[in-house]
């Protein structure tokens, strides 16, 4: 597709719900992010892709969130027993390669409430 | 590890009027710096980026930001600013080695009155 797209793009969940968002990079880009942004926050990374190979996930807040890439292209993050912290938009992000700066471009992200 | 602090969450300026959105950053290796720009429901995109070269970038619509090594600074400023512009922008870095992964500011909201 012409951008990242994210979906659903709002999901409301009840507290102890798993949720899974989905992310379609853009087609070719290797790389592969996923942000979390609380409300008047700026982006916090979660985790990162390199094709399927999980890289770092340093950023993962907890045991109960989950990300995978088994074919190298569409990513989905998992949230297992959702709590009201976890309420946040979640950005996914993507990039040709890791070489020197390439532009990394983000879709409109998934809107979590979790009640 | 890298830090940016983006020391005003909220600018409020008037049209045609200048405007500097100020950023510093923190980091123990050299690094490349970007300002994204978030429009109201809608997702982050790329305003201007310094990878090397000319200090001084510049964005199609009249943005420009300077990166000073000596003082961690990346500034981004606009001489007359318009209603569009209305939007928050963040400030983000990223080593020139190592992980891709952009460390981001909190945000500056840029709101423009007629």
Do not use: M
Not at chain 1, 64 to 75: H, W
Not at chain 2, 21 to 41: A, E, I, K, T
Not at chain 2, 64 to 72: L, P, R
């Amino acid at each position: 597709g012409a951008g990242v797209s994210q979906s659903p793009r709002y999901k409301v969940a009840k507290r102890g719900q798993d949720v899974a968002l989905r992310c379609d990079p853009i087609s070719g880009h290797v790389s592969l992010f996923w942000y979390q942004q609380a409300l008047g926050q700026g982006p916090e990374f979660l985790t990162y892709f390199q094709n399927e190979a999980q890289l770092d996930k340093s950023g993962l807040p907890s045991d109960r969130f989950f990300a995978e890439r088994p074919e190298g292209s569409v990513s989905t993050l998992k949230i297992q027993r959702t709590q009201q912290e976890d309420s946040a938009v979640y950005l996914c992000a993507s990039s040709l390669s890791g070489l020197y700066g390439n532009t990394i471009y983000f879709g409109e992200g998934s809107w979590l409430t979790v009640v | 590890a890298q830090s940016v602090t983006q020391l005003d969450s909220q600018v409020p300026v008037f049209e045609e009027a200048p405007v500097e959105l100020r950023c510093n950053y923190s980091s123990s290796v050299s690094v490349y710096l970007f300002w994204y720009v978030q429009y109201p429901n809608q997702g982050l995109q790329l305003l201007l980026k310094y990878l090397s070269g000319s200090t001084l970038v510049e964005s199609i619509n009249g943005f420009e930001a300077e990166f000073n090594k000596s003082q961690t600074s990346f500034h981004l400023r606009k001489p007359s600013v318009h209603i569009s512009d209305t939007a928050e922008y963040f400030c983000a870095v990223r080593s020139q080695g190592g992980s891709e992964k952009l460390v981001f500011g909190k945000g500056t909201k840029l709101t423009v009155n007629p």
